[in-house]
């Protein structure tokens, strides 16, 4: 038996709570270690402690270093900041790893075997943001700082390299825009390119590519791509794209990693238009979990469980409403769990 590992739990709104409950019982089956030390954020932490991002949540993570956490609501416009932004300034997650894989085959893509590596905490995502007021009207003019820094782009260019290697990834395409935003992501860029021919070269491939460009060629041929690493904003958007190459939101899943603690959650949000309904696919938490056991050292239960829900889904043939299936959250889970029981 492996020790014990104390592990922070955030259910987080909307379908949070039905897609938790139904990984925390895959893992139960799987006999994952996890000790779990369950808190609220997001709307129901406004709700319950007036505080997307009450302090005993915040304490948890300090002492366990690891989460696992459904989507948080974020209003849009005005309200209040990200809780998702704030967790990864707090514990300075840089690093935001999205794995894309094709599961069930016969789809518009099949064999799609990719990783988006996004910078976390840089960029256009700082939140620097300010109105001017001209005449009357106090929105008229709208400002956004963009920070990328040296040291920020070398530490995650660093992470993302190394991830290539420890997991045998033959290319690495650096996606840009730096020749529109010249400083902002050609720093990136320039760091990237250098810290490659300094300590890297001959290890894997490497190319460079615009962002419009790589948007359509990832639609074109996205076989062509092995890991793709980026800055936040690009990283955002080219990662949501690749999640649709393999079936959509509900199978994708993230790691926000950082150098003290590690925070998995799946890509997608807390799906209001579903949530109570019983109906939202597991999945892309479920493989999330999956990236939390390979955290861990725990790389033969992190197998176990990708091989229960790809036979699930291909063999069971049990698929939720967004794969064109009839099956519940609930019993999504339970077909799982006797595959995982059964072998
Ligand atoms: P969303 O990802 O929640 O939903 C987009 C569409 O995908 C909806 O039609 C939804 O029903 C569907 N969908 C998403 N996950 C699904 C699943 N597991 N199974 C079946 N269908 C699924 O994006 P939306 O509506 O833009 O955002 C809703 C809220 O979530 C917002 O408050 C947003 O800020 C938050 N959000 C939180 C994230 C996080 O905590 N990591 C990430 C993205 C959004």
């Given at each position: ?5 104390p592990a922070?739990?955030i ?19 799987l006999g994952a270690?996890f000790?779990?030390?369950?808190h ?7 709700r ?10 915040l ?7 690891l ?9 849009s416009?005005?309200g209040?900041r990200?809780s ?6 707090e514990f ?6 999205r794995?894309?894989r094709?599961?069930i085959p016969?789809g ?7 990783v988006?590596?996004r ?5 256009l995502?700082?939140?620097?943001e300010h ?5 009357g009207?106090p ?12 040291q920020?782009s070398l ?6 390299f190394?991830?290539?290697?420890a997991?045998?990834r033959?290319?690495?395409?650096i996606?840009?825009?730096?020749n ?6 050609g720093m ?18 490497l190319e460079?590519m ?5 948007a ?5 041929n ?8 980026t800055?936040?904003?690009?990283g955002?958007?080219l990662?949501d794209?690749v999640?649709g190459?393999?079936g ?6 993230g790691?926000?990693?950082?150098e003290d603690?590690a925070?998995?959650?799946?890509v997608h949000g807390?799906?209001p238009?579903?949530a109570g309904k019983?109906?939202a696919?597991?999945?892309?938490l ?13 790389p ?14 291909n ?7 967004d794969?064109g299936?009839?099956a ?5 889970a339970k077909?799982l769990?006797?595959r995982?029981r059964n072998?």
């Amino acid at each position: 038996m492996p020790n014990p590992i104390p592990a922070t739990l955030i259910p987080g709104d909307g379908i949070g709570p039905e897609i938790v409950d139904a990984t925390l019982t895959a893992l139960e089956a799987l006999g994952a270690p996890f000790v779990w030390d369950r808190h609220v954020a997001g709307l129901a932490g406004v709700r319950s402690a007036g505080d997307p991002l009450p302090g005993p949540a915040l304490d948890s993570i300090r002492r366990t270093r690891l989460a696992l956490k459904g989507p948080l609501e974020t209003p849009s416009g005005g309200g209040y900041r990200s809780s998702n932004v704030r967790l990864r300034e707090e514990f300075q997650l840089y690093a935001n790893l999205r794995p894309a894989r094709t599961i069930i085959p016969g789809g518009r893509y099949d064999n799609i075997d990719l990783v988006v590596v996004r910078e976390n905490l840089e960029g256009l995502y700082i939140g620097h943001e300010h109105y001017v007021r001209i005449d009357g009207d106090p929105h008229a003019v709208a400002m956004a700082t963009g920070i990328n820094t040296r040291q920020g782009s070398l530490r995650l260019l660093e992470f993302a390299f190394q991830h290539a290697i420890a997991t045998g990834r033959r290319k690495v395409t650096i996606v840009h825009k730096a020749n529109i935003l010249k400083a902002l992501t050609g720093m990136f860029l320039d760091t990237g390119v250098d810290l490659y021919e300094r300590k890297y070269k001959g290890r894997f491939e490497l190319e460079t590519m615009i962002v419009d460009a790589c948007a359509m060629k990832l639609v074109l041929n996205p076989w062509q791509f092995d890991m793709v690493v980026t800055t936040n904003l690009f990283g955002d958007v080219l990662s949501d794209l690749v999640a649709g190459l393999v079936g959509g939101l509900g199978m994708a899943p993230g790691g926000n990693i950082g150098e003290d603690a590690a925070i998995f959650e799946a890509v997608h949000g807390s799906a209001p238009d579903i949530a109570g309904k019983g109906i939202a696919n597991p999945v892309a938490l479920m493989l999330a979990a999956a990236m939390m056991l390979d955290h861990c050292k725990l790389p033969e239960l992190a197998a176990r469980l990708r091989k229960a829900i790809d036979d699930t889904l291909n063999l069971d043939k049990v698929r939720t409403a967004d794969l064109g299936g009839s099956a519940g959250t609930d019993a999504f889970a339970k077909a799982l769990v006797s595959r995982i029981r059964n072998g």
